[in-house]
C-alpha cells in the first residue's frame, strides 16, 4: 500500500510538471529561437508586434496567455508620452545588447618580434607582449604569427545590481509614461554567458609594417525572467483603478531562455610604427570591425566599427610599460568610444616567461542609462509576493567609464609556440559587468 501510495505521489507530480506551461517557472522556461529573443522578452515581454498596438494579440506570449498585457516596447510612443525621454526598456536593452558584445578581446599580435639581419631574422625582444593591449614593436618584414583565444565571460550585475538568476535582481521601470501618471516597475533576472573563440593572423608586410585579421565565433546563452507591475501615481499617491491599485492585471513572473552561435565580427587592421628601436617604439594602428555578427542574436555587435589609435612602448632590462589609447567610431545603434589601456610586462624567466598586468578601459560616449531617483513607494505582487520598490525611474544620456584590470602570463611551450593566460578583474560598477575573476586562455605561434 505505501509502495502505491509513493508510485501515485511521483506520478502526479511528473504529470503536473509535464502539463506546466511553458514560461511559468524556473524548470519549464519559455524557449526561444536566440538568446537576442530571449534578451528581448526580458525587457518587452510580448515582442512580435504591430507597430502602434501595445496589445500584442499575435505574440506568443499573449496567444498562450503567458502574458496577456501585451509589450513593454515603445511604450511612451504607444501611450501618448513624452518623446524627448527615451523608454527605459529600449535603454535597458541596447546597454545589455550592446556591452555585452563589444567586450574588449585580447591582444592578437605575436609574442615575437623580429629585424630583418643581414642573413636571418633576429629576434628583438626577450618578452612576449602585453595581454589586452599591444606594443610598438612590430613582426618584422615576412614575419607570420597566428594566434587562438578563448574568452568567457558571465555577466554579473549592471550599475552595481546583481542581475544573475537567484540574486537580487535589476530594480527598473518607466514613471509617468504616458503623461497622465501611468508607471510601470520590474524586476528582471538573467545569466548572461558568451564564449567567444577566434583565430588570428598577423603578417609582416615591411619591417615596420603589420597587417592582421581576427575571426571569431561567438556562443552566447540568456535564460532568465521578469515581473512587472503597473500602477497610476498622482499627488503624490498612488491611484486606484477600479478597485485596485494596479492599472493592468499582474501577471507574475515568466521565464524564458535562448542561445545563439554564429560568427561573430571580423576584424581587420593594421599597425605602422615610426618609431622602432629595440628598447623603444612608437605606432599607429588602424582596426575595423566588419558587419559579419548579430546584434539580434548576440553573436556579435553586427555593425562596422573602426578605430584608430596611438601605441607607446619601452623596454629595458626585462621591464616593458606600454600605452594604448584609441578612438572607436561606431555605426548603428552601438556608441563611440575612447579606448585606453596601461600595463607593464616582466620578463620573470628568460626565454621562458613573461608576466604582466594591464588597466584595460573604455569611455562609453552618450549612452541613453535609465536612472531610479527618489523612492515613492513600494508594491507588492499579489502573485508571487515579492516587494518593489517603485523609484522615480527615467532615461538620460551621459558617458560611462567601464574598466578592467587584466593579470596573467605568456609562457613559451618550445619553439615559436606561446601558451597565455589570464584573468580578467572588474573594476568599478557602471554598465554591463564581468564575475571577478574571470580566467581565459590562448596560444601564439610565430612561423
Known sequence: MRRLIMSLLVTSALAGQAQAQPG???????????????MRRITYAAIDCTPGDPACPNDAF?????????????TRLNYHGDLTQADVSTSLLLLILTQSQTFPNPSTASGFTFRIGSLVPVRESELYGPLFGERALTNGKKQLSVSFNVNQLRFRSIDGSSIRNGERGLLWGDTNYDNAGGGYVGICRMNI???????????????GLDV???????????????????????NGAFVPVDGSVFTFTPQGRYFVKGSSSGLGDIAIGGKYAFVRRPDAGAAVIVRSSLATGSLDDMTGAGEYQTSVGFIGSFEKGGVSPHLNISYLAAGGELFDEVNYSLGLSYRLLPRRLTVGGELVARRVLDVTEFTSGVQVGVLESPVTGELFAVRDFEAEQRDLNLFFFALGGKLRLAGGLLATIYAVVPAGQSGLQVQRPTFNLGLNYAF
Open 24 to 38: 511559468t517557472s524556473e524548470a519549464t522556461p519559455f524557449q526561444e529561437s536566440s538568446a537576442g529573443r530571449a
Open 212 to 234: 592582421s585579421v581576427a575571426v571569431p565565433f561567438v556562443r552566447t546563452s540568456v535564460e532568465g525572467s521578469n515581473e512587472y507591475l503597473d500602477y497610476k501615481y498622482q
Open 193 to 207: 554567458d558568451t564564449t567567444v573563440a577566434f583565430a588570428a593572423a598577423t603578417y609582416g608586410l615591411l619591417e
Open 62 to 74: 499573449t496567444t498562450s496567455g503567458l502574458f496577456a498585457n501585451g509589450t513593454y516596447q515603445d
